[in-house]
């Protein structure tokens, strides 16, 4: 089954709003990496972190690997419309990349 | 520029049927997969690739077979199609291991009646 707990399931926020959302394992991973789905398309590389402890940005976009190389944590400052979507957490260990369920996120008006 | 492509985009099988998704990517990639996605589950790997005729099986690989004869496709199989199967089914490929960027296909949606 699932070896990544991501959290939380959904969000609704206000636009202009910060967003965190994060992901556990009780397993290591060697690489943690962030992805988004825009609805009808597939997933699409936001971040990608290798070294335990690492912060990286992208824009609005700032991601952390766990110091245990067990967990690691999203964040978009500033939401706008287009930041709705899916995002997945997924770890690589062994040749395999598994994802998370996923974050979905909705923008109120 | 195609990167991933993914065909057919839409398919309707009956029960007990079979077929094959097919995946081509035109990056020179060595590793590819494939994943099912499940409202609620997130992607589930199903089977991947780290090389020409070597596959692996993933998290959820019954009922599904792969081969990988050439770098650029990665066919999927379904033996005998069964509800459950029905999904939405993504192609990944990355060029030297996960840790660089995986690019997916637009999905194959698949339903079994």
């Known amino acids: 089954g699932q070896q990544l707990n991501q959290s939380p399931q959904s969000m609704f926020i206000q636009e202009g709003e910060d967003v965190s959302m994060n992901c556990t394992s009780s397993?290591?991973?060697?690489?943690w990496l962030w992805y988004k789905q825009d609805p009808g398309e597939g997933p699409v590389l936001l971040i990608a972190?290798?070294?335990?402890?690492e912060l990286t940005s992208n824009g609005r976009l700032t991601a952390q690997f766990g110091i245990t190389r067990k967990d690691s944590f999203l964040n978009i400052s500033a939401s706008i419309p287009s930041d709705v979507g899916i995002y997945f957490c997924?770890?690589?260990?062994?040749?395999?990349?598994?994802f998370g369920k996923g974050t979905r996120l909705h923008i109120l008006p | 520029n195609a990167g991933v492509t993914q065909t057919p985009k839409f398919q309707v099988l009956k029960t007990g049927q079979s077929m094959t998704l097919q995946c081509a990517q035109d990056?020179?990639?060595?590793?590819m997969s494939w994943y099912r996605q499940d409202p609620g589950m997130g992607l589930r790997l199903i089977h991947y690739?780290?090389?020409?005729?070597?596959?692996d099986q993933g998290e959820v690989p019954n009922g599904y077979n792969v081969s990988r004869s050439t770098t650029e496709d990665f066919p999927l199989r379904l033996l005998s199609a069964a509800p459950s199967q029905t999904s939405v089914y993504f192609c990944?490929?990355?060029?030297?291991?996960?840790?660089?960027?995986?690019?997916f296909g637009q999905g194959t949606r698949l339903t079994v009646v």
């Open positions: 990056m020179n990639h060595e590793y």
């Open positions: 397993s290591i991973f060697n690489t």
């Open positions: 972190l290798y070294k335990a402890g």
């Open positions: 990944a490929s990355s060029s030297e291991s996960w840790n660089t960027e995986a690019f």
């Open positions: 690739s780290v090389g020409a005729g070597i596959t």
């Open positions: 997924a770890g690589n260990r062994d040749d395999k990349i598994i």
